[in-house]
């Protein structure tokens, strides 16, 4: 996501870096859009970090 | 990204946010930090884990996992003794890279944005809702949280299950469902949507561990109205885990076990005794909602989650912020994926003048070139995987056999090979020892190696000179009772991909450019919202509707079940759609034949009512397909053989209507009608809300009517919950029904009788009521031909089945095609609408970029072994091999960006000219031979 700047033209804030929003900021930055990710914790992932398993398929969720 | 930090403030309007943080310290420099760990070992506090919802302990400077991003540790100020007492200091010189800074102070910071997409999350459920099931005073009850936490091989017992009271491994378990949800008694009225799965998923991953182990679930419904998502619960019942339908009252501890007292549905009371109890806990608004809404000024409902209306799911009341995720309403990961991206759709629209301005592009350092004359120097990285992979296999083994193997130059062994210091040091170690082609045997290719191809790109490797070894789902998951075998079978499948790898030539990136138009394959909510974002973010696309009007499944409906006006909104669509300059519509046309690949399809489409139709061609680079589907009617319950018995689309029309006799005294209504094992395998997820919409209407027209809803179970998951219950404020009676005791509904003249076992009272009941709703199944606008002319696979109930259920629920398995709306599985119309969104987030991607990247992996011909036999193009599947005449002879072409690298056109080729790129035949007849190897030097 490089180095942030003091102003950047179509930025778009994402507040919550849980699974909506790392995906809307991959999709943001893919649609051609610079994203700063906020998040409170010290690392993204929110809960889904946290699960080992996801239903029905029991794919790793890391 | 910001993390650690705290958002203040939002000044300004949409196009032009000031949003002001606070940055916390981490105490530690980021770009200094290695996460070696050190520090950690060193520090002399102890520190709740809360990452393992406080199971174990850490230190106040830690990391939450390996493979958190950033991968930088940080020191928690609540409990480090420097920070709190002016003591200690002790992790500042053990830091070998000087990263520990106390000085660090709190940064603010503005952000200059033009959107906001807000996706907080979601909260947990006060821990006063838990006491009266013992939690917090009998150790053996624990929140699924925790429960996920044990489970967890990564976790703080490594997977194993035990009774924290006296460490005995339980025999008997019990999920309590809906703790924290669908109770008035804590002020959430709602349904969480998700706790039915994952209390499913963990009581199947129980077993896992421990088959012998009784496991018994209490629920009220069991709602696992997502797609596919009733077989999970079959797989569950057959494997033997017990559904109870009983509320549990309390939870007592009793000797060493916990007793249950719960009443079932005849009103008996009764007692269980388990050795642990795992309450599914519902998921509450996040603890800052009210914070958030008040510094952006937005709505919150009444259970303070993001306010948002059907036809608008994911704009909040402020221009300029959309929600995504559970904030907007409790939801699991695929739909909180999907509404990130419809959030990122609309966004974009916000910010479509500033497209591309921003951005910084991420530069690789220039390829190395490898050829054929340079040595061959093999890395060899064997990935504990924590414990999934290492607690089987024998992984310093395997790494030291690979070390033995020629060519090898490298080998070594990571605790995690995906963590970011592990992927920074594999770099690192191509670079220094000179490597050329890397194995890495760890999981599986499908989800990581994308991950470690970009670690060669950035060493100046071309991704293709990568073997990967999946020694977890092939060594220590299938074999987890053979150690020594799952060992061995690592050693022989690292040793195959070793003598592969040294075959392997570097492919070339190609990249082809796009046309930027869309295609969208039907008119119906789905396909005109579709089209509509894609043209505002200014992409044009053409409609392709098979009908004579606009519409599809929504002009079948009256209103939503807030009592909002569908077909309003429908005028609006229709109108926005037609007054767009660049959408068209063609109706009365059907796709015919569609060639191509992502970025260049061109496609015939057929128009006209007869049999005489005109072809038009167009050139596009994507397809959102969203051709709908309609209402199931089952040949069952006297369905079209008595007047009195109809469908609840057909009650809906008739209560729209003026007719005076149009909410009868008497109605039954009978849910999962053809559904959930009858005609249809599958639960169609809106009967239930449809039927409550029915019934609050007839209660309104006429109060005095008797309403009976035979069910199975019901599933208002969500915030329709509320109407459920109200429907039962105002006396609608709810009955259920085993699937092997189904109602029995009879027909004689213009009387119907329903006859049914009533289970609350337990006792059979007939009665003659005036009239009879079905509430039936949906099933999709036919799949077949579509999925044939665009390669589109569909699940086996006929719904286009989507690349990946949970990270990729919008593309199909088809680059450049993508599905939303109830082609791709059935569902209400907020969620129709939210995946219409993101299928234009998605669709637009390729366009946007201008072009687009093809997989190196494709075959080729060689045409000097050619014989133009042509057995080729007429086998390939996806058009992508052509005859092309050379020097006056016949020879087979390979279309790149069409080739899909299935392989069927070198596997039949008779000259063995066609080679697949990263699989020729010489690599797999070395990987194969390697096999053998093995064989002599055991015979010998």
Redesign the interface.
């Known amino acids: 996501?490089?180095?942030?700047m003091i102003?950047?033209?179509?930025?778009?804030?994402?507040?919550?870096?849980?699974?909506?929003?790392?995906?809307?900021a991959l999709?943001?930055?893919?649609?051609?859009?610079?994203v700063?990710?906020?998040?409170?914790?010290?690392?993204?992932?929110?809960?889904?970090?946290?699960?080992?398993?996801?239903?029905?398929?029991?794919?790793?969720?890391? | 990204m910001i993390t650690n930090a705290d958002f203040l403030a939002l000044e300004g309007e949409a196009g032009d946010y000031t949003a002001k943080l606070n940055i916390r310290p981490r105490y530690i420099d980021a770009d200094a930090c290695t996460a070696c760990g050190l520090c950690t070992q060193y520090c002399p506090k102890h520190h709740s884990d809360s990452y393992n919802e406080g199971l174990s302990i850490t230190r106040p400077i830690h990391i939450d996992y390996a493979q958190a991003v950033p991968a930088t540790y940080y020191i928690d100020p609540s409990s480090c003794m420097f920070l709190q007492h002016d003591t200690c200091q002790i992790c500042v010189p053990v830091c070998q890279s000087h990263a520990i800074n106390f000085s660090q102070k709190p940064e603010a910071r503005d952000l200059k944005i033009g959107a906001v997409i807000l996706s907080p999350g979601f909260g947990k459920i006060a821990e006063s809702t838990l006491e009266k099931f013992s939690y917090g005073k009998h150790p053996d009850v624990v929140t699924a949280y925790e429960y996920e936490r044990m489970t967890t091989a990564s976790g703080p017992f490594l997977g194993e299950i035990k009774c924290f009271s006296d460490g005995r491994h339980p025999k008997s378990m019990a999920f309590i469902q809906c703790v924290g949800s669908r109770d008035l008694g804590c002020d959430n009225g709602y349904c969480s949507s998700v706790c039915c799965m994952y209390a499913i998923k963990e009581a199947l991953v129980t077993k896992e561990h421990d088959p012998e182990v009784d496991i018994t679930i209490y629920y009220m419904d069991i709602r696992t109205q997502g797609k596919d998502f009733d077989a999970a619960r079959e797989r569950a019942e057959n494997i033997g885990i017990k559904f109870v339908r009983a509320k549990v009252a309390d939870v007592t501890p009793w000797d060493n076990h916990l007793k249950l007292t719960y009443s079932t549905l005849d009103g008996q009371h009764k007692f269980d005794a388990h050795d642990m109890v795992v309450l599914s806990v519902g998921l509450e608004s996040p603890k800052d909602a009210q914070k958030i809404a008040d510094i952006t000024k937005i709505d919150l409902n009444k259970y303070d989650f993001c306010k948002t209306g059907t036809f608008t799911p994911l704009e909040t009341s402020k221009k300029g912020i959309v929600v995504a995720g559970a904030f907007q309403g409790p939801k699991d990961i695929p739909e909180s994926a999907t509404q990130a991206s419809g959030a990122a759709a609309l966004a974009a629209v916000t910010l479509k003048k500033q497209r591309g301005k921003g951005t910084v592009l991420k530069e690789y350092p220039e390829e190395l070139s490898v050829t054929d004359e340079d040595e061959v120097r093999i890395g060899v990285f064997v990935c504990h995987c924590g414990i999934n992979i290492s607690s089987v296999v024998d992984c310093p083994d395997v790494a030291n056999e690979a070390g033995g193997m020629e060519n090898v130059a490298y080998y070594t062994e990571n605790l995690y090979s995906c963590s970011q210091d592990a992927q920074e040091q594999i770099k690192q170690t191509i670079i220094d020892k000179k490597l050329n082609r890397v194995v890495i045997a760890a999981c599986s290719p499908r989800t990581h190696e994308p991950l470690f191809q970009e670690t060669l790109k950035d060493a100046g490797l071309n991704r293709n000179l990568f073997e990967m070894v999946n020694i977890r789902d092939q060594c220590s998951w299938v074999h987890a009772n053979e150690p020594e075998e799952a060992t061995q079978k690592s050693k022989d499948l690292v040793r195959m991909a070793v003598h592969k790898a040294a075959h392997i030539q570097p492919l070339p990136e190609q990249t082809v450019p796009v046309t930027p138009k869309a295609l969208v394959l039907g008119a119906g909510v789905a396909g005109m919202t579709a089209a509509l974002s894609l043209a505002d973010q200014g992409f044009p696309s053409i409609i392709v509707e098979k009908g004579d009007k606009v519409g599809g499944q929504m002009l079948n409906l009256k209103n939503t079940l807030n009592g909002e006006s569908i077909a309003a909104h429908l005028k609006s669509l229709t109108t926005k759609v037609e007054k767009a300059n660049n959408i068209e519509v063609m109706l009365n046309s059907e796709l015919v034949e569609t060639a191509g690949f992502v970025g260049n399809f061109s496609s015939v489409i057929a128009t006209g009512k007869t049999k005489k139709k005109k072809e038009t061609t167009y050139d596009h680079g994507v397809v959102v397909v969203a051709t709908g589907g309609h209402e199931y009617r089952p040949k069952m319950y006297e369905l079209g053989k008595s007047k009195k018995v109809c469908t609840q689309q057909e009650l809906e029309t008739k209560l729209e209507g003026r007719a005076k006799n149009r909410a009868p005294n008497s109605i039954v209504m009978i849910q999962c009608a053809g559904s959930r094992g009858d005609d249809l395998g599958y639960c169609s997820k809106v009967c239930c809300n449809h039927a409550m919409k029915n019934v609050l209407k007839i209660k309104e027209i006429n109060p005095d009517s008797q309403v009976i809803v035979l069910y199975r179970d019901i599933r208002t998951y969500g915030f329709a919950e509320d109407a459920y219950l109200e429907a039962r404020k105002k006396g609608v009676i709810f009955i259920p029904y085993e699937v092997d005791r189904k109602p029995v509904v009879s027909s004689k003249g213009t009387k119907v009788q329903v006859d049914f076992f009533d289970s609350i009272m337990q006792e059979d009941v007939s009665m003659t009521p005036d009239l009879v709703a079905l509430s039936v199944g949906l099933v999709p606008n036919s799949t077949d031909e579509l999925s044939k002319l665009l390669k589109l696979p569909v699940t086996a109930n006929k719904f286009f089945l989507e690349a990946h259920v949970k990270l990729r629920p919008i593309e199909m398995a088809v680059e450049g095609v993508y599905v939303c709306g109830l082609a791709h599985g059935p569902k209400p119309i907020d969620e129709t609408i939210v995946q219409a969104q993101a299928a234009a987030a998605k669709a637009a991607m390729p366009l946007v970029n201008g072009k687009v990247k093809v997989d190196p992996i494709v075959s080729t011909v060689d045409q000097e072994d050619c014989i133009g036999c042509g057995i080729c193009t007429s086998l390939c599947p996806y058009g992508a091999i052509t005859m092309v005449k050379i020097e006056k002879k016949r020879k087979a072409f390979t279309i790149a960006a069409s080739c899909k690298a299935c392989g069927i056109c070198a596997a039949h080729c008779p000259t063995f000219a066609i080679s697949m790129g990263g699989f020729t035949n010489e690599q797999l007849i070395s990987q194969i031979e390697a096999f053998g190897n093995k064989k002599e030097k055991v015979e010998a």
């Open positions: 996501m490089g180095k942030a102003h950047r033209e179509g930025a778009v804030m994402i507040l919550g870096g849980g699974i909506a929003g790392i995906q809307a999709d943001m930055t893919d649609l051609g859009y610079y700063y990710l906020v998040e409170k914790s010290p690392a993204v992932g929110g809960v889904m970090a946290q699960l080992d398993k996801t239903f029905p398929t029991n794919d790793c969720s890391l």
